[in-house]
């Protein structure tokens, strides 16, 4: 059984875990959200980074094997950072879903969706750089968004407002296919698609990262499976808003 530590900024990471626990069903999760200090998006990288390092003792001191940092704004400020500080512990981030995206595209545009830190970053800003001589790659800050999922309101009227504001550009801009940039935006996926129309595919990437988490244990040697799962929730603010959400993610 490997011991698999998760944070995010808050709730959004669980879109993540979500799809770990498919494809890791019997291992130990050590999740932490980081809700006191949530929203990351338009945090400097030096704060997030500092975050990191807090975060990661935390969890290593709890035993985990592996971190999983299950925010992509996270991932572009402070990966590269934790992988040099701390050389023996794998560390997994988020990647934008720009290449399926690209080659799933109809109408050779597509829209991003994620925080100002993930399109400022150069994770980000790289990938893009892949493919932009063959697609038209639109972004949009996804305003209020993580603010929606922590405050527990993902569909309705005001779910619906918010995430029109940010989606209609792309629309608007011909994408037919939309990137999930941040870990928050899975849990308004149904708002997404249903404003988006049936014939806009929107990509989740984490399932991939749940994927690329079994190879790396793999490689890594880090003995899985066998049980017993188990599960822990840590946060540095109020239990509410995890919890919340934990209790969707826990039923599939
Ligand atoms: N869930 C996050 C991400 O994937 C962070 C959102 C935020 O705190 O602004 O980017």
């Known amino acids: 059984m490997a011991s698999i530590g998760i944070f995010d900024s808050g709730s959004g990471g669980l879109s993540v875990y979500r799809e770990l ?14 809700n006191a200090h949530c929203p990351y998006g338009e945090k400097t990288p030096e704060y997030i980074q500092d975050r990191g390092r807090a975060i990661t003792d935390i969890l290593l001191g709890m035993g985990a094997d592996i971190i999983v940092v299950a925010c992509n704004t996270a991932t572009a400020a402070a990966i ?10 794998p560390f997994i981030g988020m990647e934008p879903a720009v290449k ?7 109408t050779g545009t597509i829209g991003v969706l994620a925080t100002a830190g993930t399109l400022k970053g150069s994770k980000y800003l790289k990938t893009r750089g892949l493919y932009e001589d063959d697609v038209r790659i639109v972004e949009h800050v996804g305003q209020g968004f993580v603010e929606l999922v922590e405050n527990g309101i993902l569909d309705g009227p005001e779910a619906e407002s918010t995430v029109r504001a940010s989606l209609q550009p792309l629309l608007d801009a011909g994408a037919d296919t939309i990137v999930l940039g ?9 708002v997404i698609q249903r404003l988006a129309g049936p014939d806009v595919q929107v990509i989740d990437p984490a399932p991939a990262v749940a994927r690329q988490t079994v190879r790396v244990l793999q490689e890594r040697g880090i003995p899985t499976g066998e049980g017993p799962f188990s599960v822990d929730l ?6 509410d808003s995890l919890q919340r959400i934990f209790a969707l993610v826990s039923h599939v």
């Open 21 to 34: 626990v498919k494809v890791l069903p019997e291992e130990r999760y050590l999740y932490f959200s980081d």
């Open 80 to 89: 590269a950072t934790l992988r040099e500080e701390y050389p023996a512990v």
């Open 100 to 106: 399926p995206a690209a080659l799933g595209t109809r």
């Open 182 to 190: 941040c870990t928050h935006y899975p849990f308004l996926q149904p």
């Open 234 to 239: 840590y946060f540095s603010g109020e239990p």
